[in-house]
């Protein structure tokens, strides 16, 4: 009987062995195995747990990079022309609000009396000298004086460019208010000034000084053994006021060591437009060095900002992909992991079953055994 007999003998014709279904099915490209010719094994489960572990491993990132989208920082010229610009202030000074002037003097020879426009409460410097985040503007191992030292022990703060453009957006579209000064406990011995004040948008030096000192005016020459310009700035920003955003001088604190001191900060301060979408919010960072030391008595005391705007506009742009070029990439990055953990599984297949050759070899068996137990 030849083979064609017997398979009419069992029912069988070539409809038996062609594509079942409809006439698509024919042309499907994906090879199939009947389930009892398919084994499972330990290195293909191995391979399968790393596999899964590393897709969702990828698949967050992906998640987080496109959630977190890509900036893009662009430098121009600023158009227009604006002649007007605010300036925020929060500070603690440790002397009596009485014995403070706070005034502005800019390059067009204007002077703003500034401690008229800015309230003033009286306060206790025990009351903010711990407060959570305070820091000095710190020095490098050459001297140099660098903005960034303290921000590491901010854990859960981020500081001003480090945050993301929409969490600055939205933060920035909520309403600015001052905090309240806190209760006085004890005697008041030093003032918080704080406040907001338009200011003419050219160079210009916001100064605290005593009274009556750095300026001819009226009024009693305060006593020189009452001066002590150890400070807390808590917000000290330009353009209009978001207070989360963290500027290099907030949370900065520093101690004057003698009646006669002098603070100098040199800020160079930078248009800055952030936007997200069709969302953007206007204002201004800068850069700061600072200088303190102790002068003489001919001298005048105090705590000096001097201030340069800068010409130029920054432009900090968030952007990210569309929904169906994101499902792209995640199809992609789940395709890539698979392909390649094909090919690293058949790989060590291969590779275990050469090195078990090798071993049956080097045996000196064959594959029914040896000859020992029968007669020659």
Not at 19 to 30: H, L, M, R, W
Not at 96 to 119: E, F, P, W, Y
Not at 155 to 161: D, T
């Amino acid at each position: 009987m030849n083979g064609y007999g017997y398979e009419k003998q069992r029912g069988l014709d070539e409809g038996d062995f062609g594509a079942k279904g409809s006439i698509v099915s024919a042309f499907d490209a994906f090879p199939k195995s009947e389930p009892q010719y398919v084994t499972r094994t330990a290195g293909g489960g191995k391979w399968t747990v790393a596999m899964a572990f590393i897709s969702l491993v990828l698949l967050w990132s992906e998640v987080t990079r496109w959630r977190r989208g890509a900036e893009t920082h662009n430098f121009a010229v600023e158009k227009g022309v604006s002649h007007s610009m605010q300036i925020n202030l929060d500070t603690v000074v440790r002397m009596k609000c009485g014995d403070l002037h706070v005034n502005v003097q800019d390059a067009s020879g204007d002077r703003i009396l500034a401690g008229t426009m800015l309230q003033k409460d009286q306060t206790s410097w025990g009351q903010w000298v711990n407060a959570k985040g305070i820091h000095q503007l710190g020095r490098d191992n050459q001297g140099r004086v660098i903005t960034g030292a303290g921000w590491k022990n901010l854990a859960h703060e981020e500081g001003f460019g480090e945050e993301h453009v929409h969490d600055i957006v939205a933060a920035g579209k909520r309403r600015a208010r001052w905090a309240r000064t806190p209760r006085v406990k004890g005697p008041p011995d030093s003032c918080r000034i704080y406040g907001s004040l338009d200011l003419n948008k050219v160079q210009g030096d916001f100064h605290i000084t005593a009274r009556g000192h750095g300026y001819v005016e009226g009024g009693d020459h305060l006593d020189h053994s009452r001066f002590n310009f150890s400070h807390i700035i808590s917000e000290l920003s330009y353009g209009p006021f978001y207070p989360s955003l963290v500027n290099p001088l907030d949370r900065t604190v520093n101690g004057a060591k003698t009646n006669f001191h002098k603070f100098q900060y040199y800020l160079s301060v930078v248009p800055t437009v952030y936007s997200v979408g069709s969302s953007s919010i206007f204002t201004n960072q800068y850069a700061v060095t600072e200088q303190s030391k102790e002068i003489t008595d001919h001298a005048v005391p105090g705590i000096f900002v001097k201030y340069d705007i800068e010409p130029t506009l920054l432009a900090v742009h968030e952007s990210r992909d569309g929904i169906l070029a994101f499902l792209l990439n995640l199809i992609n990055v789940l395709s890539g992991v698979l392909v390649a953990g094909h090919w690293g599984f058949t790989l060590t297949e291969w590779v275990r079953e050469v090195i078990g050759k090798r071993r049956r070899i080097s045996g000196g068996e064959g594959v029914l055994g040896s000859k020992s137990g029968y007669d020659e």
